[in-house]
DNA sequence: GTCTATACTCTGATAGAC
DNA sequence: GTCTATCAGAGTATAGAC
C-alpha cells in the first residue's frame, strides 16, 4: 500500500474514506456506488480513483483500520486485575464504541453478514488468537472461583452481540422505544445489571 | 397484490423468492441483482419480471411474510403462564428461528442496516405495538416480584440481540469456536442459563 | 406462459486537457 | 492534482416472437 505524502493528500484521502465509510455502512460494498461516495466527499468520481486505485482499495483500508479499533477494548482487559471489574469495564469501552461509532459498527456487521468475504483472514487470525488467549483468561478467573463458569467464547459473543445491537439496529431501537429515550444510557446501565447477575459466582 | 393462480405460478413464485432470500440475505437490496436471483432460480430473467413487476416487489413480498413469522413467539408469551417459563421459552423458540433461517434473520438484519428503508411502516406499526404489550406483561411480573425488575424493552432487546447474533455472525463465530462445536447446541445451553439467572429476582 | 433480443440507465474505471 | 469527457460492461426493465 503506498499512501499519502502531501498534507493536501492526506486530507483528501481522509475525506474520501470518511464519506467511504458512511456509504459503504449503510448499503454493503455491492451496494454502494463511486457516484455516491464522490458526491458525500464533495470530489470527482475520478479524483477517487486518483486517491484509492479500486472501490475495493477503499473498502479494505476502512476494514483494516477498523479491526485495530475493535480488538482494542478486548486487548486491555487485564488478567491481573479484578475480574468482575475488568469484565464490566470491556463492556462498557465496547458500549462506548457502538455510540462514539456506529457506522465502522454497521460497516464490520454488513461484512460478517455478507459472510466476511474481504475479511476472512482477518477473522481467521488476529480475531480468533486473541478471543484464545482472553478465553484462557476467563477459564482461570472461573476455576478460582472468581466468576460463575460459563463457555469464555459464548461470554464474549454475548458482549459482542448486546453492545453492537445498539449501534447496528438503531433505527429498531430507537423505534421501539419511542421519545424521550437515550438508548445508550439506559443500556448501559442495564448490560452493567446483566452482568454483574451473570457473573456472580 | 395480485398473486399466483396456477399451480406452476405458485411454484415459480416460490421458487423465484426462495432465489431472492438467498441473494438479497447475502448482498442487501442494491448489492442483488436480477442476473444473480435469476441464475439460482434457474429461469430467466424477464421471466423473473413477469411473476414480480420490480426487484422491490420481490423484496417487499419477502420482508411482509417475514415480519410475521418472526414475531409469533413474541405474539405467544403468554401472560398466565409462568414467568420465567414463558420468557425461556420465548429465548429457545427465537434461537431456533436463528437455526433454521438464518437468511431470513439476515435480510431483516440488512433491512435495519440500512436504516429499514423499505420497512420504517412495519416497524413503527406491528412491531412497537407488540412490544408495547408484551413490555406491560413483563413490568407486571416484575411488580409482581416474580421476576427481577429490569426494564422491559431492554430485555427484549437482548433476547433478539444474543438469540440473532449466532445467524447473523454465524461466520465469526465459527471461526472463533473453530471445528467440533455445535454453536447453536451450546447457544442454548449458555442463554438458558443467562436468562435464569438474569431473571432471578 | 416463457423465451430471445434489446432499450436504456448506471457503474467502475480511464484518457487527456488544464 | 483535478476536472471533463468518455468507455466498456453490468444493471433493470420492456417488446415481441413463439
Chains 1, 2 share one sequence.
Do not use: C
Request: hydrophobic share 45%; aromatic share 8%; no cysteine.
Amino acid at each position: 500500500m503506498s499512501r499519502p505524502q502531501t498534507r493536501i493528500q492526506q486530507k483528501n484521502s481522509e475525506t474520501i474514506l470518511e464519506a467511504a465509510l458512511e456509504v459503504f455502512s449503510t448499503h454493503g460494498f455491492r451496494g454502494a456506488t463511486l457516484d455516491q461516495i464522490a458526491e458525500v466527499a464533495g470530489l470527482s468520481k475520478p479524483n477517487l480513483i486518483y486517491y484509492f486505485p479500486s472501490k475495493e482499495a477503499m473498502h479494505q483500508a476502512l476494514l483494516t483500520r477498523l479491526l485495530d479499533t475493535w480488538l482494542d477494548p478486548l486487548r486491555e482487559m487485564d488478567p491481573d486485575g479484578e475480574p468482575v471489574t475488568e469484565i464490566l469495564r470491556y463492556v462498557r469501552r465496547k458500549l462506548e464504541l457502538s455510540r462514539d461509532y456506529p457506522r465502522e459498527s454497521r460497516l464490520f456487521a454488513n461484512e460478517i453478514l455478507q459472510g466476511a468475504p474481504r475479511m476472512q483472514a482477518a477473522i481467521a487470525g488476529d480475531l480468533t488468537a486473541l478471543v484464545a488467549a482472553k478465553s484462557a483468561v476467563l477459564r482461570h478467573w472461573m476455576e478460582a472461583g472468581r466468576i460463575a463458569r460459563l463457555p469464555p467464547e459464548h461470554l464474549i459473543f454475548s458482549i459482542w452481540a448486546l453492545t453492537q445491537h445498539y449501534a447496528d439496529f438503531d433505527v429498531q431501537v430507537r423505534a421501539v422505544l419511542g421519545e424521550g429515550h437515550d438508548p445508550f444510557a439506559e443500556a448501559g446501565d442495564y448490560l452493567d445489571t446483566l452482568f454483574r447477575k451473570l457473573l456472580a459466582p
